[in-house]
């Protein structure tokens, strides 16, 4: 009796466990110097604000820089990029646009940001990379 117990939560906790996985970031372009690079994975609902589902600090000392995510859970996420370059935490817009270096997923784009052009998909089984090009004030 105590086996068939076990057996059977041991198959209802495998079945609803999700499997994570890994996303590996490239991002080019990043201006070397003061402040950190902010990289998050967000969900549809979270495009565009502050924090991610899976976020990431990184300092701003090469070009290119790689930022890994573990146990991610599969989904369709954007990966937004801010060099936070003042250091203060938030990324700061002026009253003409960015005052910091950004970058999403899906390359740069005429108008606003959408997350359909943005996204990635998470896949089980998979590592998923994604590349961002930043972008910054003139």
Same mark, same amino acid.
């Given at each position: 009796?105590?086996?068939?117990?076990?057996?059977?939560?041991? $198959?209802?906790? $495998?079945?609803?466990?999700?499997?994570?996985?890994?996303?590996?970031?490239?991002?080019?372009?990043?201006?070397?110097?003061?402040?950190?690079?902010?990289?998050?994975?967000?969900?549809?609902?979270?495009?565009?604000?502050?924090?991610?589902?899976?976020?990431?600090?990184?300092?701003?000392?090469?070009?290119?820089?790689?930022?890994?995510?573990?146990?991610?859970?599969?989904?369709?996420?954007?990966?937004?990029?801010?060099?936070?370059?003042?250091?203060?935490?938030?990324?700061?817009?002026?009253?003409?646009?960015?005052?910091?270096?950004?970058?999403?997923?899906?390359?740069?784009? $005429?108008?606003?940001?959408?997350? $359909?052009?943005?996204?990635?998909?998470?896949?089980?089984?998979?590592?998923?990379?994604?590349?961002?090009?930043?972008?910054?004030?003139?």
């Amino acid at each position: 009796m105590k086996l068939l117990l076990s057996l059977t939560a041991a $198959a209802v906790l $495998a079945s609803g466990a999700a499997i994570a996985e890994e996303v590996s970031v490239t991002i080019d372009g990043v201006q070397q110097g003061p402040g950190s690079v902010l990289v998050a994975l967000q969900t549809e609902d979270q495009f565009l604000a502050k924090e991610g589902e899976y976020t990431e600090t990184v300092t701003a000392d090469s070009e290119s820089v790689e930022v890994m995510f573990q146990d991610v859970e599969p989904g369709t996420y954007a990966v937004a990029v801010v060099h936070d370059e003042d250091g203060d935490g938030d990324f700061t817009v002026g009253d003409t646009g960015p005052m910091e270096g950004w970058g999403l997923s899906g390359g740069m784009m $005429a108008g606003a940001p959408e997350f $359909a052009s943005s996204s990635i998909e998470v896949m089980e089984g998979e590592t998923t990379e994604a590349s961002v090009t930043m972008s910054y004030p003139m």
